[in-house]
């Protein structure tokens, strides 16, 4: 849905939002949407590389279009430091998602910085960083 829905809007030429529902989005308990597993974390790394591509083509929005693919790409390391598999696993997928960010990364703003800054260190440097960012962040949604 995530890739249909990417490409849907940078294709359209006009979007017109509304309050009303209309759409109904049924999850079911072991699709690969709910299960946060290696196997979603691959599809979503996949999915990241897929818009991506489809990024490149559109010159005049690209700095829109890259912070919502690194905002994306945050969340999805965000879920590999929580996933309970083995470090090394953790580290594999995250060196598979950072390869693709590093393609489209940019800086303008504080807060893209600080979205961005575990690509400015070498990948094994940037893993710890993004690994206690995802910590961090674990703690103070339990303070709250």
């Known amino acids: 849905d995530e890739l249909w829905t990417f490409n849907t809007v940078l294709a359209a030429t006009c979007i017109v939002l509304t309050g009303r529902t209309t759409y109904n989005y049924y999850i079911q308990e072991n699709s690969i949407m709910s299960e946060k597993s290696i196997r979603h974390l691959h599809s979503s790394i996949d999915v990241y590389r897929e818009m991506a591509l489809s990024y490149s083509c559109f010159e005049d929005e690209k700095h829109n279009i890259s912070l919502h693919l690194n905002r994306f790409a945050f969340q ?47 990948a094994s440097l940037g893993y710890y960083i993004m690994s206690m960012t995802a910590k961090l962040y674990s703690l103070a949604k339990k303070i709250r």
Not at 102 to 120: A, R
């Open 76 to 122: 999805r390391h965000f879920e590999i430091m929580q996933i309970k598999v083995p470090a090394q696993t953790k580290r594999e997928l995250y060196y598979r998602l950072r390869k693709c960010q590093l393609e489209i990364k940019t800086h303008k703003t504080f807060k893209e910085f600080v979205l961005y800054i575990h690509l400015i260190f070498p």
